[in-house]
């Protein structure tokens, strides 16, 4: 009676899942939605709105900075001193 109940749960490393995402990947990539999107894109940025959207980038990537001790510049990492064993990072 307990075999009724197992669980679909393949723990980490879900076979199943990683099969479906990879299709969907694969069928993504051949649909052309990818390329479409990236000249949309371009246009947007090369538009008259063009800086505002350069500028929430920047923004983005600032409070990244802030937040994560392994971007260069983050207030967390220069707090810190520099780590022997890993060139350009900085000791925890």
Known sequence: MADKFKPDNQGEGN???????????????HSGLSDQAAEKAREDVDGPGGEALRQAERDGKKHIAEEDPEVEGSARNDERTP??????????
């Open 15 to 29: 076979r199943d899942a990683a099969r479906r995402y990879n299709q969907e990947v694969e069928k993504h990539a």
């Open 83 to 92: 780590d022997p064993t890993r060139p350009g990072r900085r000791a925890p």
